[in-house]
């Protein structure tokens, strides 16, 4: 599997799409095939504030509850409300399925983000 | 630290061939056993609407035997086996002194004198000793346990029977629910019943282990038009929740008495020598008494999935648990979040709501009858 180059990643299996203060946030292929196929899914309320590493949401499938990960601190601006009918695209199309677009409070923690190459890595 | 070295996972005949299949194994019951191959939801909804096959050679074979074989069964299984037909088999309980479950079964009456008990994988070694002890004032009869020498698949589906009929001379047609013939499958020596744990119509094939592959092998060929597809433990607990089939280990277990599990249909209240049947004497005081807790299926109201061991509530916040959830999931047929749980009696009516605990937060819930999907009857709306 290659994961996109222009996107970051967690160790958590998060990918970021970063785009000037904005942050657009899904899961990776692999925390895809892990979890097995998603039945449901629970997103923040527009307005939320996260802070780098608090939980944002869950993520399940039949045989499992997977809390969702912020990667970065700021104020939740979008959700991907078709998502919560339509859980299984995540599946289908996990990189991209985005969750939720964050504002970004400080752009200092992107640099802890791991690139492609590091994600990569890191599954194998 | 100390090394601790836990024993390796038994494996099937079919261990080797799931894994070149691309399963993803999981354990088990001290079983190396497939989860799921193309995912739980395409294997659900392919049993529902086609076929799917399944590796349960985990499962355990005990047979009983001997002129006092049918004594035997009286004793240690709470179903009247003296109802069985030669080439009948029926679902059962293994009770303790107080009625509690010990394990759940099917009782196949291969002979006058001879049964076949087909038992939980994570039991067998357990169901065996307990056996062999409480078979002897009985006399005449001698357990085995036959499990290396059996390997079972099931093929469940509304198209199970046009698939296996032309790898088997037997006229399936007349093979009625609950009954088995002897016979052969793709050439290997089989015993084959319609029966299964999906609530789609479907058989169970014991074969010898040796032939496990090449009769695996020969039902998907044989399938492959009609769209059968190898199924895992995961779509397998979906269908069987679905189903309203109870799970040893998380439904029902050996602090569950076969009443509070609603099972008391399987119990042979009028047989002869009932007395004699272990958990009998437990069973009749709690039948007289009434059950003050109870089994109930239920369907999520509030969005959430309750899962296995979540707080059932049934007063005001703050006021304790009443029981937990043992079986719960969202299930890809129905696309509902439902389960399983005990409840106090007075709550059990169908309608009734309750609040499930879902990670901290209340969601309501409402008892529904059981089964969830009754084959032939629905339509998914």
């Known amino acids: 599997m290659t994961y996109p180059a222009g996107f970051k990643y967690t160790k958590d299996h998060e990918w970021i799409d970063l785009s000037g203060d904005r942050a657009k946030v899904g899961i990776t292929d692999y925390a895809q095939q892990q979890l097995g196929d998603v039945v449901y899914i629970e997103l923040p309320e527009v307005g939320a504030k996260l802070k780098q590493g608090q939980s944002f949401g869950t993520i399940e499938s039949v045989k499992a509850v997977s809390d969702l990960y912020s990667p970065l601190s700021g104020e939740v601006v979008e959700v991907n409300t078709a998502l919560k009918d339509k859980p299984e695209t995540v599946n289908k199309d996990p990189h991209g399925s985005w969750m939720i677009v964050v504002k970004m409070a400080s752009s200092a923690e992107a640099g802890a983000l791991l690139d492609a190459t590091q994600y990569t890595d890191l599954t194998k | 630290m100390e090394q601790v070295t836990t024993a390796p996972l038994k494996k099937t005949p079919l261990n080797s061939r799931h894994k070149s299949s691309g399963a993803k194994m999981v354990p088990f019951s001290g079983w190396e056993m497939p989860l799921e191959y193309s995912g739980i939801t395409d294997e659900h909804m392919a049993v529902r609407t086609r076929a799917g096959l399944f590796d349960v050679s985990h499962m355990g074979e005990i047979e009983i035997a001997g002129n006092d074989a049918l004594a035997a069964v009286q004793r240690i299984s709470s179903n009247d086996a003296s109802r069985l037909q030669i080439g009948q088999a029926h679902y059962s309980l293994l009770l303790t002194p107080q009625g509690t479950i010990r394990d759940d079964l099917l009782v196949y009456r291969l002979a006058a004198a001879h049964f076949l008990l087909i038992v939980n994988a994570g039991n067998i070694q357990d169901d065996y000793a307990w056996i062999a002890e409480h078979i002897k004032p009985a006399g005449d009869a001698v357990a085995v346990d036959a499990s290396s020498r059996y390997a079972l698949l099931a093929l469940q589906g509304p198209k199970s029977l046009e698939i296996l009929q032309p790898l088997i001379g037997v006229e399936l047609g007349d093979l009625k629910y609950y009954r088995f013939v002897h016979g052969e499958v793709a050439g290997v020596r089989a015993t084959v019943s319609r029966t299964g744990y999906t609530g789609e119509d479907g058989f169970e094939i014991l074969v010898p282990p040796q032939s496990a592959d090449r009769v695996w092998q020969a039902i998907l060929q044989t399938g492959q038009s009609a769209g059968v597809i190898p199924c895992g433990l995961g779509a397998r607990d979906t269908l069987r929740l679905e189903a309203g089939m109870r799970l040893y280990g998380n439904d029902i277990d050996d602090t569950t008495t076969a009443l509070e599990a609603d099972l008391g249909w399987t119990i042979g209240w009028v047989k002869n020598d009932f007395d004699k049947t272990i958990g009998a004497a437990a069973l009749r005081e709690q039948k007289a008494a009434g059950v003050r807790r109870k089994i109930v299926g239920f369907e999520m109201v509030d969005p959430g999935i309750a899962r296995h061991g979540y707080d059932v509530c049934t007063g005001a916040p ?30 059990t009516t169908p309608g009734a709501t309750f609040d499930v605990d879902i990670r901290g937060r209340r969601a309501r819930a409402r008892v529904v009858p059981m089964p969830f999907y009754k084959r032939g009857a629905q339509s998914n709306s």
């Open chain 2, 318 to 347: 703050g006021a304790p648990p009443v029981g937990k959830v043992t079986s719960g999931t969202q299930t890809p047929y129905l696309k509902k979040a439902i389960g399983m749980a005990y409840l106090p009696v007075e709550h």
